[in-house]
């Protein structure tokens, strides 16, 4: 019996470890789905930012109406700055651009992917990675490359932010050329983007949490009931 438990104890021990590592080169980012003010940083980062290349199609902008508390007119004017096919984008159009796939694909070599659900695919923390690991390499048509994702076709967009970072001869990234931000301002903001990207994958995650909420306290009351049920039943056995 005792053997067994031996054996058990070192597969969960092994399972662990393997998952540890496989995970080991990502940072962690602190998701906050119940903070709308980081949300709402991270929409506008991303309009402001991605949505040139990038489609959450997934997902309509309406939706911030209530999920984010972000005001019609505030959508309207700050974040819909893509047309759609040649049209103006409506409050309740799903968020796509009007690049041109074989225009952007000469370019790039590739077209840059919907981002609806790479929170889920990929996950919150590979994306907080991968923008926190650009460098510069001029062996690269764009001019940078990515530790998390070698040879990736994507410029680094936000350099004008976090500045432009090269490999030290130990492999290690260091800032060449200072940005608009120092180093914690530039994850802080990459953690709201990041934040609102991981909302985008599954909106109903907000739902959840106040559901489970109500939950919970019901099921604490109905324990109360249960237990005055109890008294009440074994008053008479007893
Ligand atoms: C100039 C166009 C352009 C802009 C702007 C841009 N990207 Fe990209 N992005 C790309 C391309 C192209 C790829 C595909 C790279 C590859 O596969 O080599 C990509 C890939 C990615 C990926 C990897 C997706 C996957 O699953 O492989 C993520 C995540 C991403 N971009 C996030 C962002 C975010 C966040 C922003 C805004 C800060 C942004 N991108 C802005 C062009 C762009």
Same mark, same amino acid.
């Given at each position: 019996? #005792?053997?067994?438990?031996?054996? %058990? ?7 662990? !470890? ?21 949300? /709402? +940083? ?17 997902? +309509? ?8 508390? #972000?005001?019609?007119?505030? $959508? ?27 225009? #952007?694909?000469? @370019?790039?070599? @590739? ?15 590979? #994306? *907080? ?17 990515? $530790? ?18 090269? !490999?030290?001869?130990?492999?290690? !990234? $260091? ?7 120092? /180093? ?20 109903? /995650?907000?739902? +959840?949490?106040?559901?489970? %909420? ?16 109890? $008294?009440? *039943? ?5």
């Amino acid at each position: 019996m #005792i053997k067994k438990y031996a054996v %058990f104890t070192v597969l969960l021990l092994f399972s662990h !470890l393997s998952y540890g590592a496989s995970g080991g080169d990502l940072k962690p980012v602190a998701i906050d789905l119940g903070n709308k003010a980081s949300l /709402q +940083r991270g929409a506008q980062i991303y309009f402001n930012n991605c949505s040139g290349c990038h489609t959450l199609q997934y997902h +309509r902008y309406s939706k911030f109406v209530n999920d984010l508390g #972000i005001s019609e007119d505030m $959508i309207k004017s700050n974040l819909i700055l893509t047309t759609n096919k040649g049209e103006k984008t409506k409050l309740g159009s799903t968020i796509i651009n009007s690049i041109n796939h074989d225009s #952007i694909k000469e @370019v790039f070599g @590739v077209v840059p992917p919907d981002l609806t659900l790479t929170a889920r695919s990929r996950g919150s923390e590979w #994306i *907080y990675t991968f923008l926190t690991s650009f460098y510069e390499d001029e062996t690269r048509p764009m001019g940078v490359n990515n $530790i998390l994702y070698p040879n990736v076709n994507m410029p680094h967009v936000l350099w004008y932010k976090e500045g432009l970072k090269k !490999l030290d001869e130990n492999n290690q !990234l $260091i800032l060449k050329v200072k940005g608009q931000l120092n /180093q914690k301002e530039y994850e802080q903001e990459i953690t709201d983007l990041v934040n609102f990207l991981t909302y985008v994958a599954e909106p109903a /995650q907000l739902e +959840r949490y106040s559901i489970g %909420f109500w939950v919970m306290l019901f099921l604490v009351f109905f324990a109360f009931i249960t237990y005055l049920l109890k $008294i009440e *039943y074994w008053r008479d056995i007893k």
